[in-house]
Each structure stands twice: as C-alpha cells, then as structure tokens.
C-alpha cells in the first residue's frame, strides 16, 4: 500500500544564542526559521547552519514541518560548520 505524503504543518526553526557580551542585538529572520542573539560568531554558526539544513530539506523535496525531530535533528547536525 502506497503510503500518502505527509502534509507540512506549520513550523519554524528558532536559534537563541546566548553568549553575547558585546551589547549588539542580532536577529535574522527568513520564511521558516529566526535566528536571534548570540555573539557575531555564533550568529553567522546557527545562521549558516539554518541555511543549509534548509538546502538539504529542499533537496529532500520537504518542508520543515514535514520530518520528524529525529530527521531534524540529523540534518542540523550535518550543517554545522565545523
């Protein structure tokens, strides 16, 4: 039995970073994640890794709010610059 694809539920990916020392205000924003706070470099870290964790969801033919934390969380991993 051919299995129906999942419908996305609304879904929007938050980054808080919370090692900011140097008074700045951060905050980028895109259609299905925010990236707010954090020191200059961990803000351009999480915004990199949001970006492409989002390549890799469209490369999957996927929106957000159709994988499973479990698959979520494997793509994060795999964006993070190292």
Do not use: C, W, Y
């Not at 129906?4 to 090692?19: H, I, S």
């Not at 803000?43 to 709010?65: D, I, Q, S």
């Amino acid at each position: 039995m051919k299995k129906k694809p999942q419908k996305a539920v609304p879904a929007t990916l938050l980054g808080l970073g919370l090692d900011n020392d140097d008074g700045h205000k951060r905050l980028t924003t895109a259609e299905e994640f925010a990236i707010v706070g954090g020191s200059a470099e961990t803000h351009e870290k999480m915004t990199e890794t949001a970006l492409k964790a989002f390549e890799e969801l469209k490369h999957r033919g996927k929106k957000l709010g159709q994988v499973e934390p479990e698959e979520l969380a494997e793509i994060l991993h795999k964006s993070t610059p190292r």
